[in-house]
Structure formats: structure tokens, C-alpha cells
């Protein structure tokens, strides 16, 4: 799952990180974000098909829109794409072909619920940031969309990003978690032919557990009008939060 994020560094910094060849983000949109929900507008890097050895970083709306949806309301639900099922779902198999993205964020959060807190309790938020400097480059695909293909429209451009089994950080808090793209395969997962099976597999495998580092923050996170580096500062609670079992079944994630 990933349902929240964390973007707060410097649009020069991701492009010199990420050794990026263009940029197009507004200046509205180079302001740090703590607090990143689905379809908010997020940055995300692509391969520009006339320049193919090319690495842009633009803007995207944070829920999938297909190019053949009558109605672009549909990606409320399409923030987040299975890894396992992604080339079979309609919703994405056109984008994991040739549209592939990277989303560079500074952490994401999940939430478990408290131990002892009743029978409904309130939910602790975790924060997962790399375990060393850097960013997470977080797989995820993209589509464009235009109301009855009409060409004459500036396109909406939309994305989402591919979730995975848990590693051993994030399992203990919630089955799920994004694909984190290492660096070296950067250019792999951004080109524009399709990926076999196994190269789809190997990518978009869970995390290696020191990749992340895991801690507990304010439940104001849970608010997605909550934005501020205050949302990011380690917590300590009086308990620990159980551990999410789902059975497989993500409840906010519907692809």
C-alpha cells in the first residue's frame, strides 16, 4: 500500500540526484509537502518518446486515469497498482508496457492499528524514510487522458504507483508496500519497451529490509489537510502497533 507520502526536498536537488535532463514543475508545485494523499498533483520522472535517452521530471495527478475512461473521476481509485496482477488488469496493462515512471519521495507513511486500543481503535502512523541519504524511487506507471480523445485539449496526465509484498520493516505494520526501484536500475524501469516476466518480477520484488528505516509519528498525518515538517518528527507511544493482517486484502487499494 501506499496511500501517503512525504516530498519535501528541493526540485534542483531531485534533478541533480537523478541526473535529470528536463524539467518542467510549476513554481506552485516546488513548495515542500509532508503530506502527499491521492490525487494531489506529484512530480515524477519519464522518458520522453522523442528523446529516448532523456530523463524528464514533470507533473502528474496521483491516480491513474486510462487514456480510454469516459470519465476521469475513475482514477480516485487508481492511485495504487498490484505488481503481481499489474499486466492484467485493463486499468494498467497498456501503462506497464512503455509508460513507466519513477516517483521520488523522502518517506511514506502506513498506519496498523494500536495494541489494546479496543475494538475500533485509532490507527498509529509510521513513517519509512531510506535508512541512508537519498531518495525512494518508487515505481509506478502513467497514462494521459483527453475527454472523447480530443486532441485539441491539453492532456491530464495521471499516474500510479505499483505496490508489493512487504519486506521485514514494513510487515510488521502493513502487508503491503511500494515498489522501491533501486538506483542501478533506474534506466531499466524508465524504457520504453516492454519488460519480460522475469524483469517485471525482479523489479518490483519487495525491498531489501535495510533499504528503510521505521518509526512512529503524530496521528496527524492522518489528516490530509495536515501538512508541515512537524509531521515527520519520531514519536515514542506507550504501545506498539499490532501487526496488520489482511489476508492479501488491501482495503483502500481496488486494483
Wanted: net charge negative; proline share 9%.
Amino acid at each position: 500500500m501506499c496511500g501517503r507520502f512525504v516530498a519535501s526536498r528541493p526540485v534542483e536537488d531531485i534533478a541533480r540526484l537523478l541526473e535529470i535532463d528536463e524539467v518542467d514543475v510549476p513554481e506552485e508545485l516546488t513548495r515542500p509537502r509532508w503530506n502527499v494523499a491521492p490525487q494531489a498533483p506529484v512530480l515524477a520522472v519519464t522518458r520522453p518518446r522523442h528523446a529516448r535517452e532523456l530523463k524528464r521530471l514533470s507533473v502528474f495527478r496521483w491516480g491513474l486515469v486510462p487514456w480510454w475512461a469516459k470519465d476521469p473521476k475513475i482514477g480516485a481509485r487508481a492511485f495504487n497498482a498490484k505488481a503481481e496482477t499489474v499486466v492484467d488488469k485493463p486499468m494498467f496493462r497498456g501503462a506497464i508496457e512503455s509508460q513507466r515512471c519513477i516517483v521520488p519521495v523522502d518517506a511514506f507513511y502506513e498506519w496498523a492499528p494500536r495494541s489494546g486500543a479496543g475494538p475500533s481503535p485509532r490507527k498509529q502512523p509510521w513513517c519509512f524514510r531510506p535508512a541512508s541519504s537519498g531518495l525512494l524511487l518508487l515505481g509506478g506507471v502513467w497514462e494521459q487522458w483527453r475527454p472523447s480523445g480530443d486532441k485539441s485539449v491539453e492532456p491530464l496526465r495521471t499516474c500510479a504507483i505499483l505496490t508489493t509484498e512487504a519486506n521485514e520493516v514494513v510487515g510488521p505494520v502493513h502487508d503491503r508496500m511500494p515498489v522501491v526501484i533501486a538506483e542501478e536500475d533506474l534506466d531499466e524501469w524508465l524504457g520504453l519497451e516492454s519488460l519480460g516476466a522475469g524483469a517485471l518480477e525482479r523489479l518490483t520484488r519487495p525491498a531489501p529490509a535495510g533499504v528503510l528505516a521505521a518509526f512512529m509519528v503524530s496521528t496527524l498525518v492522518n489528516d490530509a489537510r495536515e501538512d508541515g515538517p512537524e509531521l515527520v518528527q519520531p514519536i515514542e507511544a506507550d504501545d506498539k502497533p499490532q501487526a496488520q493482517t489482511l489476508g492479501g486484502r488491501d482495503d483502500r487499494q481496488l486494483f
